[in-house]
Protein backbone atom coordinates (compact mmCIF):
# COMPACT_ATOMS: atom_id res chain seq x y z
CA UNK A 1 0.00 0.00 0.00
CA UNK A 2 2.47 2.48 1.06
CA UNK A 3 4.61 1.60 -2.25
CA UNK A 4 1.58 2.29 -4.22
CA UNK A 5 0.74 5.58 -2.52
CA UNK A 6 4.31 7.28 -2.75
CA UNK A 7 3.71 6.40 -6.59
CA UNK A 8 0.54 7.98 -7.18
CA UNK A 9 1.95 10.66 -5.92
CA UNK A 10 5.41 11.24 -7.77
CA UNK A 11 3.25 13.81 -10.38
CA UNK A 12 2.10 16.43 -7.72
CA UNK A 13 5.49 15.67 -5.61
CA UNK A 14 7.06 16.71 -8.86
CA UNK A 15 5.07 19.61 -9.83
CA UNK A 16 5.07 20.92 -6.68
CA UNK A 17 8.97 20.58 -6.62
CA UNK A 18 9.22 22.41 -9.42
CA UNK A 19 7.04 25.48 -8.83
CA UNK A 20 7.81 25.80 -5.53
CA UNK A 21 11.41 26.11 -5.97
CA UNK A 22 10.59 29.10 -8.99
CA UNK A 23 8.35 30.44 -6.77
CA UNK A 24 11.17 30.71 -3.66
CA UNK A 25 13.63 31.78 -6.78
CA UNK A 26 15.76 28.85 -5.55
CA UNK A 27 18.60 27.49 -8.97
CA UNK A 28 18.27 24.30 -8.28
CA UNK A 29 17.05 21.46 -6.17
CA UNK A 30 17.30 17.62 -5.98
CA UNK A 31 14.58 15.42 -3.18
CA UNK A 32 14.73 12.04 -2.31
CA UNK A 33 11.45 10.38 -0.65
CA UNK A 34 11.95 6.68 0.91
CA UNK A 35 8.67 5.48 2.23
CA UNK A 36 8.80 1.97 3.37
CA UNK A 37 10.18 0.01 0.49
CA UNK A 38 9.49 2.93 -2.02
CA UNK A 39 11.81 5.15 -2.75
CA UNK A 40 11.67 7.89 -5.55
CA UNK A 41 14.28 10.67 -6.69
CA UNK A 42 13.34 14.74 -8.11
CA UNK A 43 15.06 17.31 -9.36
CA UNK A 44 14.43 20.83 -10.55
CA UNK A 45 16.43 23.78 -11.96
CA UNK A 46 20.07 24.37 -12.44
CA UNK A 47 23.33 23.53 -10.62
CA UNK A 48 24.59 26.63 -11.40
CA UNK A 49 23.18 29.84 -13.23
CA UNK A 50 26.72 30.80 -14.48
CA UNK A 51 26.85 27.62 -16.89
CA UNK A 52 23.88 26.90 -16.40
CA UNK A 53 24.13 22.85 -16.17
CA UNK A 54 20.76 21.02 -15.08
CA UNK A 55 20.38 19.76 -11.91
CA UNK A 56 20.09 15.68 -12.25
CA UNK A 57 19.98 13.26 -9.29
CA UNK A 58 23.06 12.15 -9.62
CA UNK A 59 24.33 16.10 -8.97
CA UNK A 60 26.40 16.50 -5.97
CA UNK A 61 25.11 19.43 -2.99
CA UNK A 62 27.12 19.86 0.04
CA UNK A 63 25.25 18.62 2.70
CA UNK A 64 26.68 20.81 5.82
CA UNK A 65 25.94 19.30 9.33
CA UNK A 66 24.04 16.64 8.22
CA UNK A 67 27.72 14.86 8.37
CA UNK A 68 27.48 15.43 12.87
CA UNK A 69 25.58 12.55 12.36
CA UNK A 70 27.82 10.83 10.11
CA UNK A 71 30.77 11.28 12.53
CA UNK A 72 28.24 10.33 15.33
CA UNK A 73 27.85 6.89 14.10
CA UNK A 74 31.38 6.48 13.57
CA UNK A 75 31.99 7.07 17.08
CA UNK A 76 29.45 4.95 18.19
CA UNK A 77 31.03 2.02 16.12
CA UNK A 78 34.27 2.81 18.25
CA UNK A 79 32.26 2.89 21.54
CA UNK A 80 30.99 -0.88 20.73
CA UNK A 81 34.96 -1.75 20.30
CA UNK A 82 34.54 -0.94 23.97
CA UNK A 83 37.74 1.76 22.66
CA UNK A 84 35.59 4.36 23.52
CA UNK A 85 33.34 5.83 26.30
CA UNK A 86 30.73 8.24 26.17
CA UNK A 87 30.89 9.87 29.71
CA UNK A 88 34.80 9.83 29.76
CA UNK A 89 36.48 12.80 29.55
CA UNK A 90 38.14 13.72 26.24
CA UNK A 91 41.29 14.31 27.36
CA UNK A 92 41.10 10.43 28.43
CA UNK A 93 41.24 9.76 24.60
CA UNK A 94 43.04 13.50 23.44
CA UNK A 95 45.72 14.08 26.49
CA UNK A 96 46.63 17.27 24.76
CA UNK A 97 43.12 18.47 24.40
CA UNK A 98 43.09 21.70 25.24
CA UNK A 99 41.09 25.11 26.16
CA UNK A 100 40.81 28.20 27.34
CA UNK A 101 39.36 27.37 30.27
CA UNK A 102 41.10 24.78 31.60
CA UNK A 103 38.91 22.71 33.96
CA UNK A 104 36.04 22.62 31.06
CA UNK A 105 38.79 20.57 28.92
CA UNK A 106 39.14 18.63 31.75
CA UNK A 107 35.99 17.82 31.80
CA UNK A 108 33.96 18.00 28.78
CA UNK A 109 32.77 13.90 28.11
CA UNK A 110 32.69 12.52 24.73
CA UNK A 111 28.81 12.55 25.11
CA UNK A 112 29.28 16.26 25.46
CA UNK A 113 30.30 16.35 22.25
CA UNK A 114 27.41 14.69 20.51
CA UNK A 115 24.81 16.25 21.94
CA UNK A 116 26.05 20.22 22.00
CA UNK A 117 26.42 20.26 25.11
CA UNK A 118 29.87 20.83 25.71
CA UNK A 119 30.18 25.03 25.85
CA UNK A 120 32.68 25.05 23.90
CA UNK A 121 32.42 27.97 21.54
CA UNK A 122 30.74 26.48 18.18
CA UNK A 123 31.47 28.32 15.04
CA UNK A 124 34.87 28.50 15.03
CA UNK A 125 35.98 28.76 11.50
CA UNK A 126 40.04 29.09 11.02
CA UNK A 127 41.58 28.00 7.88
CA UNK A 128 44.19 24.90 8.21
CA UNK A 129 44.12 24.74 4.86
CA UNK A 130 44.04 21.08 2.62
CA UNK A 131 46.25 19.11 3.94
CA UNK A 132 45.66 15.65 6.04
CA UNK A 133 46.55 17.34 9.42
CA UNK A 134 44.06 20.19 9.16
CA UNK A 135 42.00 18.21 11.63
CA UNK A 136 44.88 17.87 14.37
CA UNK A 137 46.28 21.68 13.98
CA UNK A 138 42.36 22.96 14.14
CA UNK A 139 41.80 20.75 17.29
CA UNK A 140 45.75 22.28 18.54
CA UNK A 141 44.25 25.65 18.30
CA UNK A 142 41.65 25.49 20.46
CA UNK A 143 43.84 26.23 23.60
CA UNK A 144 42.80 29.98 22.52
CA UNK A 145 39.22 29.33 22.47
CA UNK A 146 36.68 30.20 25.23
CA UNK A 147 33.30 28.58 26.64
CA UNK A 148 29.89 30.13 26.20
CA UNK A 149 28.44 27.65 28.76
CA UNK A 150 30.04 25.49 31.35
CA UNK A 151 30.39 22.04 30.22
CA UNK A 152 26.92 19.56 30.29
CA UNK A 153 25.37 22.99 31.36
CA UNK A 154 22.41 23.82 28.34
CA UNK A 155 22.27 22.86 24.26
CA UNK A 156 24.53 25.02 22.28
CA UNK A 157 24.73 24.22 18.75
CA UNK A 158 28.85 23.82 18.29
CA UNK A 159 30.65 22.96 15.27
CA UNK A 160 33.78 22.86 17.02
CA UNK A 161 32.94 20.17 19.24
CA UNK A 162 32.30 17.65 16.19
CA UNK A 163 35.53 18.41 14.76
CA UNK A 164 37.17 17.18 18.51
CA UNK A 165 35.05 14.05 17.36
CA UNK A 166 36.59 14.02 14.16
CA UNK A 167 40.23 14.03 15.20
CA UNK A 168 38.91 11.61 18.30
CA UNK A 169 38.52 9.13 15.60
CA UNK A 170 41.78 10.04 13.39
CA UNK A 171 43.83 8.85 16.81
CA UNK A 172 41.86 5.88 18.08
CA UNK A 173 42.37 4.66 14.57
CA UNK A 174 45.64 6.08 12.90
CA UNK A 175 43.44 7.03 10.02
CA UNK A 176 42.23 10.36 8.63
CA UNK A 177 38.99 11.38 8.89
CA UNK A 178 38.45 10.88 5.15
CA UNK A 179 39.85 7.00 5.05
CA UNK A 180 37.85 6.52 8.63
CA UNK A 181 34.36 7.67 6.73
CA UNK A 182 35.04 5.98 3.47
CA UNK A 183 36.24 2.27 5.34
CA UNK A 184 33.21 2.17 8.02
CA UNK A 185 30.15 3.64 6.24
CA UNK A 186 30.49 5.24 2.86
CA UNK A 187 31.79 1.59 1.40
CA UNK A 188 29.74 -0.54 3.70
CA UNK A 189 26.87 0.94 2.75
CA UNK A 190 27.54 1.70 -0.83
CA UNK A 191 27.37 5.46 -0.74
CA UNK A 192 29.89 5.95 -4.07
CA UNK A 193 28.70 9.61 -4.60
CA UNK A 194 29.58 10.91 -0.88
CA UNK A 195 32.78 12.14 -0.51
CA UNK A 196 34.83 14.85 1.76
CA UNK A 197 37.47 15.16 -0.98
CA UNK A 198 37.57 17.83 -3.86
CA UNK A 199 39.95 15.92 -6.00
CA UNK A 200 37.05 13.49 -5.99
CA UNK A 201 33.91 16.04 -6.24
CA UNK A 202 35.04 17.00 -9.76
CA UNK A 203 34.20 13.50 -11.22
CA UNK A 204 30.98 14.64 -10.62
CA UNK A 205 28.59 17.15 -11.54
CA UNK A 206 28.20 19.46 -8.78
CA UNK A 207 25.77 22.29 -7.71
CA UNK A 208 27.77 25.47 -6.14
CA UNK A 209 26.40 27.73 -3.65
CA UNK A 210 24.40 31.40 -4.57
CA UNK A 211 23.41 34.44 -2.89
CA UNK A 212 21.10 37.26 -4.45
CA UNK A 213 22.38 40.51 -5.41
CA UNK A 214 20.54 43.61 -4.32
CA UNK A 215 18.67 43.94 -7.70
CA UNK A 216 17.21 40.00 -6.15
CA UNK A 217 19.40 37.91 -9.35
CA UNK A 218 21.27 35.27 -8.01
CA UNK A 219 24.88 34.79 -8.46
CA UNK A 220 27.55 32.10 -7.58
CA UNK A 221 29.22 32.78 -3.99
CA UNK A 222 32.84 34.10 -4.10
CA UNK A 223 33.99 31.18 -1.94
CA UNK A 224 32.52 27.79 -3.18
CA UNK A 225 33.88 25.49 -0.23
CA UNK A 226 34.56 25.89 3.09
CA UNK A 227 37.56 24.80 4.90
CA UNK A 228 38.65 20.77 4.82
CA UNK A 229 39.59 21.37 8.66
CA UNK A 230 35.87 21.14 10.24
CA UNK A 231 35.14 18.32 7.68
CA UNK A 232 33.80 16.27 10.59
CA UNK A 233 31.34 19.12 11.22
CA UNK A 234 30.29 19.37 7.56
CA UNK A 235 31.72 21.99 6.47
CA UNK A 236 33.07 20.06 2.55
CA UNK A 237 30.78 16.90 2.38
CA UNK A 238 29.22 16.34 -0.87
CA UNK A 239 26.68 14.24 -1.63
CA UNK A 240 23.51 13.21 -3.59
CA UNK A 241 20.35 13.14 -2.08
CA UNK A 242 19.89 9.54 -2.79
CA UNK A 243 23.49 8.76 -0.94
CA UNK A 244 21.65 10.61 1.94
CA UNK A 245 18.70 8.61 1.99
CA UNK A 246 20.98 5.52 1.88
CA UNK A 247 22.80 6.33 4.52
CA UNK A 248 19.44 7.09 6.79
CA UNK A 249 18.16 3.67 5.82
CA UNK A 250 20.44 2.09 7.57
CA UNK A 251 19.16 4.11 11.05
CA UNK A 252 15.64 3.11 9.54
CA UNK A 253 17.21 -0.42 9.30
CA UNK A 254 18.47 -0.98 13.03
CA UNK A 255 21.85 -0.41 11.57
CA UNK A 256 22.15 -3.03 8.83
CA UNK A 257 23.26 -2.20 5.38
CA UNK A 258 21.52 -2.96 2.27
CA UNK A 259 23.72 -6.68 2.33
CA UNK A 260 22.47 -7.35 5.56
CA UNK A 261 25.28 -6.62 7.36
CA UNK A 262 25.48 -4.62 10.79
CA UNK A 263 27.14 -1.84 10.71
CA UNK A 264 25.87 -0.05 13.86
CA UNK A 265 24.23 -2.10 16.24
CA UNK A 266 20.56 -1.67 17.20
CA UNK A 267 21.00 -0.02 20.29
CA UNK A 268 23.44 2.30 18.96
CA UNK A 269 21.32 3.34 16.78
CA UNK A 270 18.27 3.57 19.57
CA UNK A 271 20.48 5.50 21.77
CA UNK A 272 21.30 8.08 19.29
CA UNK A 273 17.67 8.53 18.86
CA UNK A 274 17.35 9.16 22.46
CA UNK A 275 16.63 12.98 23.46
CA UNK A 276 19.02 13.89 25.96
CA UNK A 277 18.73 17.77 26.21
CA UNK A 278 15.80 20.07 25.20
CA UNK A 279 16.47 22.98 22.58
CA UNK A 280 15.15 26.38 22.77
CA UNK A 281 12.88 27.60 20.45
CA UNK A 282 11.70 24.80 18.52
CA UNK A 283 8.78 25.25 16.25
CA UNK A 284 6.74 22.66 17.74
CA UNK A 285 7.95 23.24 21.42
CA UNK A 286 8.60 19.93 21.82
CA UNK A 287 12.33 19.73 20.41
CA UNK A 288 15.55 17.99 21.69
CA UNK A 289 18.57 16.83 21.31
CA UNK A 290 19.90 12.96 20.96
CA UNK A 291 23.21 11.76 19.67
CA UNK A 292 23.72 13.55 16.87
CA UNK A 293 19.74 13.50 15.49
CA UNK A 294 17.73 16.42 16.48
CA UNK A 295 14.80 14.99 17.92
CA UNK A 296 11.16 15.97 18.18
CA UNK A 297 7.51 15.28 17.74
CA UNK A 298 5.12 16.18 14.97
CA UNK A 299 1.32 15.75 15.51
CA UNK A 300 2.08 12.72 17.79
CA UNK A 301 4.32 11.39 15.53
CA UNK A 302 8.02 11.11 16.58
CA UNK A 303 10.45 12.92 14.25
CA UNK A 304 14.22 12.45 13.94
CA UNK A 305 16.15 15.04 11.73
CA UNK A 306 19.13 17.55 10.85
CA UNK A 307 20.25 20.16 8.45
CA UNK A 308 23.14 22.02 7.12
CA UNK A 309 23.94 25.26 5.95
CA UNK A 310 27.26 25.92 4.11
CA UNK A 311 28.27 28.76 1.00
CA UNK A 312 25.05 29.56 -0.09
CA UNK A 313 23.76 25.88 -0.07
CA UNK A 314 20.83 24.42 2.12
CA UNK A 315 19.99 21.15 3.07
CA UNK A 316 17.36 19.30 5.19
CA UNK A 317 16.57 15.80 6.45
CA UNK A 318 13.63 14.84 8.38
CA UNK A 319 12.62 11.09 9.38
CA UNK A 320 9.44 9.58 11.15
CA UNK A 321 11.03 6.63 12.22
CA UNK A 322 8.07 4.77 13.28
CA UNK A 323 5.91 5.68 10.05
CA UNK A 324 9.15 4.73 7.84
CA UNK A 325 9.38 7.77 5.96
CA UNK A 326 12.30 10.04 5.37
CA UNK A 327 12.82 12.96 3.17
CA UNK A 328 15.45 14.79 2.05
CA UNK A 329 16.02 18.29 0.17
CA UNK A 330 18.72 19.48 -1.09
CA UNK A 331 19.29 23.35 -2.24
CA UNK A 332 21.72 26.13 -3.81
CA UNK A 333 20.05 29.09 -2.15
CA UNK A 334 19.76 30.92 0.85
CA UNK A 335 16.09 30.73 -0.03
CA UNK A 336 16.36 27.17 0.09
CA UNK A 337 14.42 27.20 3.79
CA UNK A 338 11.14 28.40 2.59
CA UNK A 339 11.21 25.91 -0.35
CA UNK A 340 11.60 23.69 2.36
CA UNK A 341 8.72 24.90 4.92
CA UNK A 342 5.96 24.75 1.68
CA UNK A 343 7.53 21.70 0.11
CA UNK A 344 8.22 19.95 3.32
CA UNK A 345 4.88 20.65 4.83
CA UNK A 346 3.14 19.41 1.35
CA UNK A 347 5.16 15.97 1.55
CA UNK A 348 4.48 15.18 4.82
CA UNK A 349 1.02 15.84 5.35
CA UNK A 350 0.15 13.66 1.34
CA UNK A 351 2.23 11.12 2.44
CA UNK A 352 2.03 10.16 6.25
CA UNK A 353 -1.18 12.75 7.06
CA UNK A 354 1.43 14.70 10.05
CA UNK A 355 2.01 18.52 9.54
CA UNK A 356 5.06 19.55 10.08
CA UNK A 357 4.96 22.53 12.26
CA UNK A 358 5.09 25.82 10.58
CA UNK A 359 7.18 28.83 12.49
CA UNK A 360 5.80 30.40 15.80
CA UNK A 361 4.23 33.78 14.84
CA UNK A 362 2.50 36.20 17.16
CA UNK A 363 -1.01 36.19 17.12
CA UNK A 364 -3.48 38.62 18.99
CA UNK A 365 -1.88 41.55 21.38
CA UNK A 366 1.74 41.56 22.11
CA UNK A 367 2.19 41.37 25.86
CA UNK A 368 2.95 43.98 27.74
CA UNK A 369 6.95 43.64 29.09
CA UNK A 370 9.84 46.03 30.20
CA UNK A 371 11.68 46.49 26.99
CA UNK A 372 14.08 48.40 28.14
CA UNK A 373 15.37 45.68 29.89
CA UNK A 374 16.28 43.47 26.90
CA UNK A 375 18.45 46.37 25.48
CA UNK A 376 22.33 45.28 25.14
CA UNK A 377 24.99 44.09 23.51
CA UNK A 378 25.13 39.97 23.19
CA UNK A 379 27.82 38.27 21.95
CA UNK A 380 29.34 34.65 20.84
CA UNK A 381 31.92 33.48 18.72
CA UNK A 382 31.38 35.04 14.82
CA UNK A 383 28.42 36.57 15.84
CA UNK A 384 27.19 39.84 18.13
CA UNK A 385 23.59 40.77 18.70
CA UNK A 386 23.07 44.59 19.57
CA UNK A 387 19.81 44.79 21.42
CA UNK A 388 18.27 48.21 20.46
CA UNK A 389 15.16 49.58 22.47
CA UNK A 390 13.04 52.09 19.86
CA UNK A 391 10.32 54.48 21.16
CA UNK A 392 10.39 56.71 18.22
CA UNK A 393 7.14 57.83 17.27
CA UNK A 394 5.37 56.33 20.68
CA UNK A 395 6.43 53.04 19.59
CA UNK A 396 7.80 50.48 21.93
CA UNK A 397 9.94 47.54 20.54
CA UNK A 398 13.02 45.81 20.00
CA UNK A 399 15.10 45.77 17.06
CA UNK A 400 18.39 43.61 16.90
CA UNK A 401 21.00 44.34 14.43
CA UNK A 402 23.15 41.05 13.74
CA UNK A 403 26.84 41.62 13.19
CA UNK A 404 28.50 38.89 11.92
CA UNK A 405 32.39 38.64 13.09
CA UNK A 406 35.37 36.51 12.33
CA UNK A 407 37.03 35.13 9.64
CA UNK A 408 33.68 34.31 7.27
CA UNK A 409 32.48 37.55 7.78
CA UNK A 410 36.02 38.91 6.48
CA UNK A 411 35.68 36.09 3.68
CA UNK A 412 32.16 36.76 2.40
CA UNK A 413 31.76 40.70 3.40
CA UNK A 414 28.41 40.05 5.49
CA UNK A 415 26.96 43.01 6.14
CA UNK A 416 24.67 43.68 9.66
CA UNK A 417 21.36 42.62 9.49
CA UNK A 418 18.24 43.79 11.99
CA UNK A 419 15.46 42.76 12.68
CA UNK A 420 12.57 43.24 14.75
CA UNK A 421 12.18 41.02 18.09
CA UNK A 422 7.77 40.98 17.85
CA UNK A 423 7.24 39.18 22.01
CA UNK A 424 5.28 36.03 22.63
CA UNK A 425 5.90 36.03 26.11
CA UNK A 426 8.32 36.85 28.63
CA UNK A 427 11.30 34.83 26.84
CA UNK A 428 10.30 34.21 23.58
CA UNK A 429 10.15 36.90 20.33
CA UNK A 430 9.08 36.35 17.04
CA UNK A 431 11.91 37.23 13.90
CA UNK A 432 11.89 37.55 10.23
CA UNK A 433 15.39 37.75 8.25
CA UNK A 434 15.60 39.81 4.97
CA UNK A 435 15.67 36.29 3.34
CA UNK A 436 12.42 35.44 4.64
CA UNK A 437 12.88 32.83 7.45
CA UNK A 438 11.23 32.84 10.55
CA UNK A 439 12.42 32.27 14.11
CA UNK A 440 12.63 32.74 17.47
CA UNK A 441 15.02 34.50 19.80
CA UNK A 442 14.50 33.11 23.51
CA UNK A 443 15.66 35.24 26.49
CA UNK A 444 16.89 33.21 29.59
CA UNK A 445 19.63 34.18 32.83
CA UNK A 446 17.27 37.38 34.22
CA UNK A 447 18.37 38.96 37.32
CA UNK A 448 16.77 39.86 39.85
CA UNK A 449 15.75 42.96 38.05
CA UNK A 450 14.76 41.02 34.79
CA UNK A 451 16.83 41.94 32.88
CA UNK A 452 18.20 38.65 30.27
CA UNK A 453 21.53 37.71 30.81
CA UNK A 454 21.12 35.32 27.88
CA UNK A 455 19.66 35.16 24.11
CA UNK A 456 19.70 31.22 22.17
CA UNK A 457 18.50 30.99 18.54
CA UNK A 458 20.40 27.83 18.14
CA UNK A 459 23.64 29.08 20.13
CA UNK A 460 23.86 31.05 23.05
CA UNK A 461 24.71 34.74 23.24
CA UNK A 462 25.90 36.10 26.58
CA UNK A 463 25.18 39.69 27.65
CA UNK A 464 28.51 42.11 27.30
CA UNK A 465 27.35 45.73 27.42
CA UNK A 466 24.23 46.66 29.36
CA UNK A 467 23.54 49.39 26.20
CA UNK A 468 23.55 48.81 22.28
CA UNK A 469 24.91 51.20 20.38
Not at 175 to 182: D, G, K, M, N, P
Request: net charge negative; aromatic share 8%; charged share 20%.
Amino acid sequence: MSSTRLLDHVPALEQALHTLRQHHRVPGASLAIRYHDAGVELSSGVANVRTGVSVTPETLFQIGSNTKVYTTSLIMQLVEEGRIELDRSVRTYLPTFRLKDPEAAAQITVRQLLNHTSGIEGDYFEAFGPGDDSLARYVESLAQLGQIHGPGERFSYCNSAFVVAGRLLEVMTGQRYHEVLAERLLRPLGLRATTVLIEEMIGHRYAVGHYFDESGAARVVGQIMMDRSAAPAGSVTSATALDVLQFVRMHLDGGRAPDGSQVLSPSSVALMQTPSVVRPASPSGRGQQGLGWRTDEWDGHRVIGHGGGTNGQLSFLEVLPDDELAVVLLTNAPSGGRLWQDLGAYVFQALAGVQMPGPVRPTGEAPRLPLALYAGVYERLSERVEVHHLREGGGDELQAALVPTGPLAAAFGEKPERIRLRPLDRERFYYRTRDGDEGLFVFDDFDAEGRPGTVFSGRLARRVEEKAG
